[in-house]
T-cell receptor, first 118, second 113 residues
Framework: GAVVSQHPSWVICKSGTSVKIECRSLDFQATTMFWYRQFPKQSLMLMAT?????????EQGVEKDKFLINHASLTLSTLTVTSAHPEDSSFYIC??????????????FGNGTRLTVT | DAKTTQPPSMDCAEGRAANLPCNHSTISGNEYVYWYRQIHSQGPQYIIHGLKNNETNEMASLIITEDRKSSTLILPHATLRDTAVYYC??????????????FGTGTRLQVTL
């Protein structure tokens, strides 16, 4: 089955630094990748949609200059949390769409990255 | 995408069938019903999806009412490893680009001995 790999699985950083999270589709090409954020005991909230080779589309209330998304290839999207603050501590999850599959095929999710900002 | 309503929590004895309901009364004709689950601190796992016919795979069965306003996910023989939050999601489909999944609050299923 389709596998989405996220790296790192957890990261601790100091306030003010930037952190990059990678999302890779291992055995398929992903035209579109989605980035979600999940706070403790809450549901997943969509942050942005990234399409290969174009600018990401951000959901309302998500700062595009703070959460930089790059989708430079069909198998890799990155999310960079810039100038991280403790309130950015969260579980970040990506998902990917297999461009070769049917239009109603499910999205495949990575296992998430737990970010802790101290 | 149409909103869904699920009970916040349910319990099920191990070995018994777990029936998780979902209401999606405002679903439209081009929207599918997807079910995912999330085990603690992991990414969501796809379970099953359907449009109007009942569906079955190795994990579960999906029963969609004739008017498509509600559905039930059935785990035929629940095990402790099925303890998770289950999300019922209605997803509009277009043939051009991939469409997003909008997660609600889900149902926390606790499987007990």
């Amino acid at each position: 089955g389709a596998v989405v790999s996220q790296h790192p699985s957890w990261v601790i950083c100091k306030s003010g630094t930037s952190v990059k999270i990678e999302c890779r589709s291992l055995d398929f090409q992903a035209t579109t990748m989605f980035w979600y954020r999940q706070f403790p005991k809450q549901s997943l909230m969509l942050m942005a949609t990234s399409n290969e080779g174009s600018k990401a589309t951000y959901e309302q209330g998500v700062e595009k200059d703070k959460f930089l998304i790059n989708h430079a290839s069909l198998t890799l999207s990155t999310l960079t949390v810039t100038s991280a603050h403790p309130e950015d501590s969260s579980f970040y999850i990506c998902s990917a769409d297999d461009r070769a599959s049917s239009y109603n095929s499910p999205l495949h999710f990575g296992n998430g990255t737990r970010l802790t900002v101290t | 995408d149409a909103k869904t309503t699920q009970p916040p929590s349910m319990d099920c004895a191990e070995g018994r069938a777990a029936n998780l309901p979902c209401n999606h009364s405002t679903i439209s004709g081009n929207e599918y019903v997807y079910w995912y689950r999330q085990i603690h601190s992991q990414g969501p796992q796809y379970i099953i999806h359907g449009l109007k016919n009942n569906e079955t795979n190795e994990m579960a069965s999906l029963i969609i009412t004739e008017d498509r306003k509600s559905s039930t996910l059935i785990l035929p023989h629940a095990t402790l490893r099925d303890t998770a939050v289950y999300y019922c999601i209605v997803r509009g489909i277009n043939t051009g680009t991939a469409s997003k999944l909008t997660f609600g609050t889900g149902t926390r299923l606790q499987v007990t001995l």
